[in-house]
């Protein structure tokens, strides 16, 4: 769903068959050790990215699995089925292989993860291999490879093409067993149609590297014992130089100064984190039952095996109520529940907070604080959420000095977009006669966004803002809600149609469309929360926060949207840098702040409220240096 340039379609493709090496490394540091304690075992891989054609690859990638087929699955087969012609039982034995190592990939799966992945994707990557591999298997009986004595050519062109191809062609179909769906799979392609100077010349780039080096004769060749190798080639140098190097560039401090860049790159490498695709698992885990365990990478299958069996979604309790419109969910009025192991309340307006008047006092400050679980208090008991922390921060130091009474009132509900922020706003926040609003928003806001408006779309909700409705139809997306099958590219559904086919968009096609126009409805949803608190006589303040991640990121647009929109801008994103992260969170699994973080966000917080207490409107505050 992210890929949007012919770029960001390469960078996928080549990234999802490297991640194998991580696999084979495995394998090699196992073998590895057994070879120091004298088990000369023979080699697990070799040069599998090199394999000129799909039978040299199967050959060189899983040595000890294509061995293992071979003689327990093969081998029989092709004589069983002998008697129906040499041929025939080659094809015939082939496919039982394929067949069967695609059976006991799903069962190991099965065993380590818990989820049998016999998806259409999966039985798709398997049978277009096996196929391939009958195929090369064929055209290798009609004409044999061809074997030398010589070293040969230094440098083939046919060798480079061949090699290019194959190298191509697996990546390819192993980004289709990586995706999600095989229509996910299908619409992402529609990416290739957006390519800049830059993707063209990462493209050429990576094809001429490519065939120089897959044109090269890589075998490895027989020494000559008669003759000493050159000092600088002998293993033990080889290899003690290569350790060093090794351990030099894992040293980051040593260079972390001159080349931060390259820095940050070792370092993310020498610790095991959740990209980028496991941190949206993982936050839509949040909210959501996941119990699809064999799409899950070790990482974010380490990190959910960890959660126990209480660990629910809050759409799981008694405290969610679904809702049929636009705002799609909230919290239920009065009621009490245990969540994430604490106690959770909600007032008569559906708030978690205390009980609140609808008429503001007189000499009140109020604040309206809006945002997805940190903001409701996810993990953390009554009384320890932001809204409560900050409440008692602000009354005890300056309501104390200027008799102002400060009340913020808690809006926060779990997994809401700020879409949900701005329609609560105006349908509840306003008419309690705010005097500030608060929205908070972290780094991933447009996923939340993209997700309510296809839920929104595929329902058949009205969009009850008429620029936003107008902003979403002239994407297209709105075509995910037309009756009929689900069929990618509009040229397909066009001519199913004048056959007398129903077609409608699918939902991962629906989706591109909105991602590409994410930064326009991020710029409208602040654009309008603005206009209504500044129709309603308050100061809209703009939070970027986040929960307790290990890699805080900024989102600069957002942070430059909001300021343009006419919002005060608070910046927390920095908050957890150069903090022991662990003790901030409400647990090892999961990374919402507990109440030791919420204090964090409201020391900061406060401090922001004190240098911006007069664009805060904030009456007789007192000014940021008397604190």
Known sequence: GKLVTLGDLVQFILSTFLLYLRVSGQFHLITGVLHLYGFRLPETHHLYYLASSFTDFWRRINIYWKDFMMKLVYYPSFFRLRRWGNTRAMVGATVVVFFATW??????????????????????????LGGLVVFGSLRETKRPRKRTLGRGP??????????????????????LWSTESVMQWLVMWSSA?????????????????????AGRAWQVRESDDRVAPPFYRRPAVLSTATLLAILVVGKTDLYAR??????????????????????????????ENLHDASRMSVQLWSVRAQRPASWIPLSSTAAYHVRSDFMRAELRPNTHITFLGKPLTTNRWGMRDGDYALAKPAGTYRIALLGPS??????????????????????????????????????????????????????????????????????????????????????????????????????????????????????????????GI?????????????????????AWNLREIASVAHRHGAVPVF?????????????????????????????????????????????????????????????????????????LRIPSAAPASQH
């Open 258 to 287: 001159t080349a931060p860049a390259v820095a940050t790159t070792v370092a993310s490498l020498q610790r095991s984190t959740l990209n980028a695709r496991d941190a949206t698992l993982q936050h839509k885990g949040y909210y």
């Open 543 to 615: 939070v970027a926060m986040d929960i307790v991640v290990d890699t805080p990121t900024v989102d600069e647009f957002a942070l430059k949207s909001a300021a343009n929109s006419g919002f005060l801008v608070f910046n927390l994103l920095d908050l957890w840098n150069n903090r022991d992260r662990p003790p901030l969170r409400i647990a090892p699994w999961d990374e919402h702040p507990n109440v030791a973080g919420n204090a964090l966000i409201v020391d900061r917080l406060y401090s922001l409220i004190q240098q911006r207490h007069a664009e």
């Open 103 to 128: 059976i006991l990939h799903s069962y190991q799966w099965f065993w380590l993860r818990g989820g049998f992945p016999l998806t259409p994707q999966d039985t798709l990557f398997w049978a277009i």
């Open 193 to 213: 149609g957006t390519a800049s100077a830059r993707d063209l010349l990462l493209l050429a780039g990576l094809l001429g590297g490519g065939l120089l080096i």
């Open 502 to 522: 129903n077609t409608r968009m699918p939902w991962s096609e629906a989706e591109r469309r909105l991602r590409l126009q994410a930064d326009s409805l991020v």
């Open 374 to 499: 940190y903001v409701m208090g996810s993990g953390v008991a009554d009384g320890e959420t932001i809204s409560d922390l900050l409440e008692s921060r602000l009354n005890d130091s300056i309501g104390a000095r200027t008799n102002v009474r400060f009340e913020v009132l808690n809006f926060g509900v779990a997994a809401y977009s700020m879409l949900q922020q701005l329609s609560m706003l105006t349908e509840r926040g306003v008419t309690f006669q705010p005097d500030a609003v608060f929205i908070t928003a972290d780094p991933g806001l447009r996923e939340p966004i993209i997700a309510q408006l296809l839920n929104v779309i595929s329902a058949g909700t009205p969009i009850p803002f008429p620029g936003l409705d107008s902003l979403v139809h002239r994407g297209g997306a709105t075509a995910l809600a037309e009756p009929g099958f689900p069929v990618p590219y509009q040229s397909a559904r066009t001519v199913l149609r004048v056959v």
């Open 154 to 175: 230094v440098w083939s062109a046919s060798r480079a093409i061949r090699t290019v191809g194959t190298f191509t062609a697996i990546a390819v179909l192993w980004s």
